[in-house]
């Protein structure tokens, strides 16, 4: 029982000390959760604004494409436009294909 007794002792002694140790586990609880969950999502929402201006830019360097080459002869110019989406966001050349790609196929069926 002298176990038992010296367990209640450092508890009462030591409360005060004892319950800031509690909120500093949940804090830490808090930030975990904080960075494994919250932080990730306001990243992937970031990306998505951003590839939503790439978007935004590859479709108006293809409208650029087609009011300076009458008929099919802006689909020849593809590789123009990726290289001025490359200059102007600064992206990795597959990113901008794929942009470039994905907006002239959008204009040629429409």
Same mark, same amino acid.
């Given at each position: 029982?002298?176990?038992?007794?010296?367990?209640?002792?450092?508890?009462?002694?030591?409360?005060?000390?004892?319950?800031?140790?509690?909120?500093?586990?949940?804090?830490?609880?808090?930030?975990?959760?904080?960075?494994?969950?919250?932080?990730?999502?306001?990243?992937? *929402?970031?990306?998505?604004?951003?590839? $939503?201006?790439?978007?935004? /830019? %590859?479709?108006?360097? &293809?409208?650029?494409?087609? @009011? #300076?080459?009458?008929?099919?002869?802006?689909?020849?110019?593809?590789?123009?436009?990726? *290289?001025?989406?490359?200059?102007?966001? $600064?992206?990795?050349?597959? /990113? %901008?294909?794929?942009? &470039?790609?994905?907006?002239? @196929? #959008?204009?040629?069926?429409?």
């Amino acid at each position: 029982m002298s176990i038992f007794n010296s367990i209640i002792d450092f508890i009462s002694h030591n409360l005060i000390d004892l319950a800031g140790g509690i909120w500093t586990v949940v804090g830490v609880v808090a930030a975990y959760l904080t960075r494994k969950y919250l932080v990730p999502y306001l990243q992937v *929402e970031k990306r998505r604004r951003y590839a $939503g201006w790439i978007a935004a /830019i %590859a479709d108006e360097l &293809i409208d650029d494409l087609q @009011a #300076r080459y009458p008929d099919q002869e802006w689909l020849e110019q593809l590789d123009r436009a990726i *290289e001025q989406l490359i200059d102007i966001c $600064g992206i990795d050349r597959d /990113i %901008a294909e794929r942009a &470039i790609r994905a907006s002239a @196929a #959008r204009r040629a069926e429409g």
